[in-house]
């Protein structure tokens, strides 16, 4: 980040910075990962900054927190280039960037009505990741496009 | 069989297929020599829609096999009504069954339902998903009359939601066969099934009219487009008459097309082509029995005679 991105979002002591989100994206990002303020933990999002390699992007910074794999890897399907910090004590000591994981489990809501993943049975969603998109592993329906509308919400 | 559960047509292999026909013909060549097969075997039945073919011939099989089937009945008689999760019903008849065959209305739920039970489970048809048995009598008959080599066929009517159409076009892939669909517009085939044909690297074509293909195909597969899909009746007129087939329209095909149709009809084939040499959808209804009986050996641990 340079300078000027850092005095629009104040230094974290322990926790996790996410660069380079594709401008607009960042509420997404918070929802995907199921946070929303409510913890009481600091939160920092900024968004629609100016990025060489974006054009725009939004960062989030979550103090208290670091994030798993698994969140990392979800994170990926709307996040594609993003760049996961995770600082302690104010110094970034790791540093990676998302890759798309083979499946993703409870995170999206199949949008179709007639799966029998959107009924009261015990399973959760279940999505193949593929190059372009998402595709259902009980009904095969594919989702390429709007893949946050289709986030579910605790 | 490699195979526990039998989910979708994608799953079966041109090696899986062919041994299950073959099987079938042995099978078909000489009941009775089966008819001790599995004696003490169950076949549990869990249809929560209405059928009539897919579960006789199911019933058939399983007791032309020696064995028996326990049949959880209707929906509204069983404790589904009471709200059961499919989950729970499955875990619950896997402990009366040896094997599961389950017709549900939802996408998916078979391979759900397979998550849950530790016996054999085979998809009779989930919603507008995947109907893999179904499929496997189809292949027997297209075999049977016009052979897998460079075979071309077409397949119209309601591609959208025809689980047999699905099914079937998945499987087709693995014989390299030309497909031609043909359909209203409103019926194409949906994006998953295109997805998959796609990466298969199949030879599809779409028509929305019957004519243009017609005179080239080995085979043609015609399915009911389903009234209750469209949601304004003058819509359905409009798009039906199109795919109604009679002794007329056959008049530019081949002489030894072969007609198929997984039953029930409606009025997408006049009764006049019955007696044409082309009519081929009941002996493709009786194929039901011996493929049936072919993959519950298969799956319940027999080894080709």
Request: net charge negative; aromatic share 4%.
């Amino acid at each position: 980040m340079t300078d000027d991105q850092q005095l629009r979002v104040s230094k974290i002591k322990n926790g996790t910075v996410i660069d380079h989100i594709a401008g607009g994206q960042a509420l997404n990002v918070l929802a995907i990962l199921g946070i929303d303020g409510g913890s009481g933990d600091a939160l920092s999002v900024a968004m629609n900054v100016p990025s060489d390699r974006l054009g725009k992007k939004d960062i989030v910074k979550i103090e208290g927190r670091e994030l798993s794999q698994a969140e990392v890897d979800v994170l990926s399907l709307i996040a594609p280039a993003a760049s996961i910090n995770i600082v302690r004590e104010y110094d970034v000591v790791e540093k990676h960037r998302v890759e798309r994981p083979e499946v993703v489990e409870g995170v999206l809501e199949c949008p179709n009505h007639n799966c029998i993943s959107t009924k009261d049975e015990p399973v959760e969603s279940r999505f193949a990741v593929t190059d372009d998109g998402v595709r259902c592993e009980y009904c095969e329906t594919i989702i390429r496009d709007d893949l946050p509308a289709h986030i579910l919400v605790e | 069989m490699r195979h526990d559960h039998i989910i979708s047509a994608k799953q079966l292999s041109r090696a899986d297929i062919e041994e299950v026909l073959d099987h079938a013909a042995t099978i078909a060549a000489d009941p009775t020599a089966f008819a001790d097969r599995h004696s003490d075997t169950l076949l549990g039945l869990l249809f929560f829609e209405p059928s009539t073919r897919t579960k006789m011939s199911f019933a058939t099989a399983m007791k032309r096999l020696g064995g028996d089937i326990v049949d959880m009945g209707s929906v509204e008689s069983s404790s589904v009504k009471k709200g059961e999760s499919l989950a729970d019903t499955v875990r619950v008849v896997e402990g009366y069954a040896d094997a599961l065959v389950l017709r549900h209305p939802m996408e998916g739920s078979a391979k759900m339902a397979s998550e849950f039970v530790d016996v054999p489970l085979v998809n009779a048809g989930d919603g507008a998903g995947q109907h893999p048995t179904q499929t496997l009598l189809d292949l027997y008959t297209i075999r049977e009359n016009a052979g897998f080599d460079d075979l071309t066929i077409g397949i119209m009517g309601d591609l959208k939601y025809g689980r047999t159409v699905h099914s079937l076009a998945h499987a087709l892939t693995t014989v390299d066969a030309h497909q031609h669909f043909i359909s209203p517009e409103s019926l194409q085939l949906p994006r998953s099934v295109r997805y998959d044909l796609h990466e298969q690297g199949a030879d599809v074509r779409e028509h929305t009219d019957l004519d243009e293909i017609l005179p080239a195909l080995d085979v043609l597969y015609v399915t009911r487009i389903q009234r209750e899909r469209f949601p304004d009746e003058s819509e359905y007129r409009e798009v039906a008459g199109q795919y109604q087939i009679d002794t007329g329209t056959l008049d530019a095909a081949k002489d030894d097309l072969t007609v198929m149709h997984p039953l029930p009809r409606v009025d997408e084939i006049a009764h006049e082509v019955d007696r044409t040499d082309h009519a081929k959808y009941f002996e493709q209804a009786h194929n039901g029995v011996p493929v049936r009986m072919a993959l519950l050996d298969l799956i319940l641990g027999g080894e080709p005679r």
